[in-house]
């Protein structure tokens, strides 16, 4: 019974971290791309049609890396692709050119710094609940009655 609570604390320790990635997503203009920018493009339907021939007919979505930039375009290195209906399709940094008309929104990738502290939270959670109930490294053997009177001593109030 010990166990099946321990893991029900180690499991509910780690929900929070895992549920949250540790990304974001901004909203930013096309035209403030830099290179080194991990992005996610929103196509539009006339980018939709264009990009067809070069990412695969029906994609909504395309993320990645800029590698370079210029007024009318930028060079992508195409980590995923996502389909109008179905599931993200990984690629492997193939380089895509994007003309800045294809995009209807385009959003920046950026660290999250909540969801990493909730993740980096709910490990040492969970880590710690391990260690104390498996007495790894001297944390465990607690014996410390929660309630006056439970370890079995009738005179404790």
């Not at 929103?42 to 021939?53: I, K, P, Q």
């Not at 050119?97 to 969970?126: N, Q, V």
């Amino acid at each position: 019974m010990g166990r099946r609570i321990t893991a029900r604390l180690a499991a509910a320790g780690l929900l929070p971290g895992l549920l949250g990635a540790c990304y974001t997503y901004r909203l930013v203009p096309s035209t403030q791309i830099q290179p080194a920018t991990r992005v996610s493009v929103v196509l539009s339907d006339y980018g939709r049609l264009e990009a067809s021939r070069q990412i695969g007919p029906q994609a909504a979505r395309v993320e990645g890396a800029v590698l370079s930039t210029n007024d009318s375009a930028y060079l992508l290195s195409v980590s995923g692709v996502k389909p109008i209906s179905g599931a993200w399709v990984r690629w492997s940094g193939e380089p895509v050119t994007m003309r800045r008309d294809y995009a209807a929104l385009t959003y920046e990738r950026r660290p999250s710094r909540g969801r990493t502290i909730l993740l980096i939270g709910g490990a040492t959670f969970a880590l710690l609940t391990v260690m104390v109930n498996f007495n790894i490294l001297g944390f465990g053997g607690l014996d410390i009655p929660l309630i006056p009177g439970a370890n079995g001593d009738p005179g404790a109030q």
